[in-house]
């Protein structure tokens, strides 16, 4: 092999290995799975001062009157957590939205991290069920 290739191929290994490296821990640091309510509240205790995710329904939303001071509870097949979170939230955030809350659980409750309310309105996405679609018709194309 000559030392031109030697010169080529080390560069090629070294240029991998640390684009590997930084794909691994960029990955490693963004990478959160998020937990039902009902999987958290089994044993609590293990997910105290804990950063995660958690999954469930929105139910119990109070504000304080003038400010962004939210308190509700977030359900998930009959476990219920206390949530709380101060900043702005999103329009789908309501009664009976699915969300997913970044944050740390607490002996209070589930503390929601700044901009950590991700919510869906499912009836926003998905096709009316009441109404059958229209038939589509092609275009005339016999030129009468």
């Known amino acids: 092999m000559s030392a031109k290739a030697l010169k080529i191929s080390a560069t090629v290994a070294v240029v991998v290995l640390a684009l590997t490296g930084l794909l691994f821990t960029t990955l490693r640091e963004d990478t959160q799975f998020y937990k039902h309510v009902d999987e958290v509240m089994n044993d609590p205790a293990a997910c105290h001062g804990r950063r995660l995710q958690l999954h469930g329904y929105v139910e119990g939303i109070e504000r304080k009157r003038s400010s962004l001071d939210y308190r509700f509870n977030v359900q998930s097949n009959g476990s219920v957590v206390q949530a709380s979170y ?38 926003k996405y998905e096709a009316s069920k009441s109404a059958p679609a229209a038939p589509v018709t092609p275009p005339n194309t016999s030129g009468s």
């Open 86 to 123: 101060s900043g702005v939230v999103p329009d789908t955030f309501k009664e009976g939205a699915e969300v997913v809350l970044k944050g740390t659980l607490g002996p209070g409750g589930f503390h929601v991290e700044r901009n950590g309310v991700m919510a869906k309105c499912p009836s």
